[in-house]
């Protein structure tokens, strides 16, 4: 009788594992055609109408970064180690956030970083309910010019501000202004994908580095008016991993038809 019981039980449990195995199976099918479908690049309107392909170039990044953007937030950094990896062009330090944070590993970071010799520049990391003439006081009194080797960079994120785009453009036309008259150059933005037009439409002048993890989507960004793909770089991942900062990190890239001159000072 106890064997009996143990069949009775074993039985339900060996066809629930065959079920799984079944589903895995077609599950691990469903994906090969997902990547044989990727790999006939698909378009901007193939990847739209099917939910299947766009969840999988979510998943997808470039082979190779042009930079970094790092805070205290990444630890402490062995800049040796870092500037021995060939891909690293530029790095972007954040230095300031609002009217009184000061990031406590910028001078550090700066420091040793150029000491590597590595292309460094900053950025102030913008807060929407702060006076923008606050916050550009304080990043030109942390930062200074002879230090830097790249177009000081505006960091805006939607989360930091929440309203519309155009009602903080005079705010961050005078950081701008400040910034381009201190540098003689204008300011690299930072964006997210969905702000990226009406920012350049707002800033034509600024280089534009563009926030989206996604693959695909960077090169169909374009404005209205225009078929040239306006921004410098793209930020893909945030969750990278570079020999001599222990924690992930932000990855990018210059557009294909930018160089590094486009940021240099």
């Known amino acids: 009788m106890k064997y009996i019981k143990i069949l009775i039980i074993s039985i339900p449990c060996f066809l629930l594992l065959l079920f799984i195995i079944s589903n895995n199976s077609e599950e691990a099918k469903e994906n090969n055609k997902m990547w044989e479908a990727y790999h006939k690049s698909p378009t901007i309107e193939e990847l739209n109408n099917d939910s299947t392909l766009y969840e999988l170039a979510k998943c997808l990044k470039p082979k190779k970064y042009d930079g970094i953007d790092v805070s205290h937030h990444n630890g402490d950094i062995d800049w040796k180690k870092v500037a021995n990896d060939k891909n690293i062009k530029y790095v ?4 300031t956030e609002g009217k009184s944070f000061i990031d406590p590993k910028y001078k550090t970071n700066i420091k040793n970083a150029r000491n590597n010799k590595l292309k460094v ?12 003439i606050k916050q550009w ?17 505006l960091d805006v994120e939607w989360g930091a501000y929440k309203k519309p785009l155009k009602e903080i453009v005079p705010e961050l036309r005078i950081i701008i202004n400040n910034m381009q008259q201190k540098y003689g150059k204008y300011p690299l933005i930072y964006c997210d994908d969905d702000q990226f037009i009406e920012m350049h439409q707002y800033f034509p002048k600024c280089p534009i580095m563009v926030q989206n993890f996604l693959k695909y989507l960077p090169h169909d960004l374009a404005t209205p008016d225009s078929e040239e793909l306006n921004y410098t770089i793209w930020q893909y991942s945030e969750r990278g991993k570079v020999s001599g ?13 930018n160089s590094l001159n486009k940021i240099l000072l």
């Open 245 to 257: 900062i222990s924690k992930l990190v932000d990855l990018s890239k210059l557009h294909d038809n």
């Open 92 to 95: 972007y330090i954040k230095a």
């Open 137 to 153: 006081k304080l990043f030109n009194k942390v930062v200074e010019k002879n230090q830097q080797d790249l177009v000081p960079m």
């Open 121 to 132: 520049g900053s950025y102030l990391f913008y807060r929407g309910n702060v006076p923008a």
